[in-house]
């Protein structure tokens, strides 16, 4: 919560351009910097036209939920947890705190990610997301 209020006072002072400019590099491994660059300015790119209003609004949101970690503990529904090595949003850690609370969870490791490991090893994840939609339908 004092991340995302701190995060807020940022956007309000120096805006959402500048707040994305800041945050997105954070959001990727460390790789080579031509790798590297490459998608933090294609994700900057495509932030370039969140309004100020609405990022602030989403701050505001994901301060104010609810915990809901008892979805986790009460679900009877397999779980997936892709967490990234080099993830600074959701450390290993904390990640690590919630694979236990499903009765059923399926949890792997990307080693060259960070919070993005949806863009950054694109093929690894979608062959998990496949394996875990096989093993659902069995």
Same mark, same amino acid.
């Given at each position: 919560?004092?991340?995302?209020?701190k995060?807020?006072?940022f956007?309000?002072?120096n805006? @959402?351009?500048?707040f994305?400019?800041?945050?997105?590099?954070?959001?990727?491994? /460390?790789?080579?910097? $031509? $790798?590297?660059?490459?998608?933090?300015?294609? =994700?900057?790119? @495509?932030? $370039?036209r969140f309004?100020?209003?609405?990022?602030?609004?989403?701050?505001?949101?994901?301060?104010k939920?609810?915990d809901?970690?008892?979805?986790?503990?009460?679900?009877?529904? /397999?779980?997936?947890?892709?967490?990234?090595r080099?993830?600074?949003?959701? /450390?290993?850690?904390?990640?690590?705190?919630?694979? =236990?609370? /499903?009765k059923? @969870?399926?949890?792997?490791?990307l080693?060259?990610?960070? =919070?993005?490991?949806m863009?950054?090893?694109v093929?690894?994840v979608?062959?998990?997301l496949n394996?875990?939609?096989?093993?659902?339908?069995?």
């Amino acid at each position: 919560i004092a991340t995302r209020k701190k995060g807020t006072e940022f956007i309000i002072k120096n805006g @959402a351009v500048q707040f994305f400019n800041t945050s997105i590099p954070n959001l990727y491994a /460390p790789k080579t910097k $031509e $790798e590297r660059s490459a998608l933090i300015e294609q =994700h900057k790119r @495509a932030s $370039e036209r969140f309004k100020k209003a609405a990022l602030i609004a989403y701050y505001e949101s994901m301060i104010k939920r609810p915990d809901r970690t008892n979805v986790l503990k009460n679900t009877n529904v /397999p779980v997936l947890f892709i967490l990234g090595r080099y993830d600074t949003a959701i /450390p290993i850690q904390d990640g690590l705190k919630q694979v =236990h609370m /499903p009765k059923q @969870a399926f949890v792997y490791l990307l080693e060259n990610s960070g =919070h993005m490991g949806m863009i950054e090893e694109v093929e690894k994840v979608n062959s998990l997301l496949n394996e875990y939609l096989v093993n659902l339908s069995q």
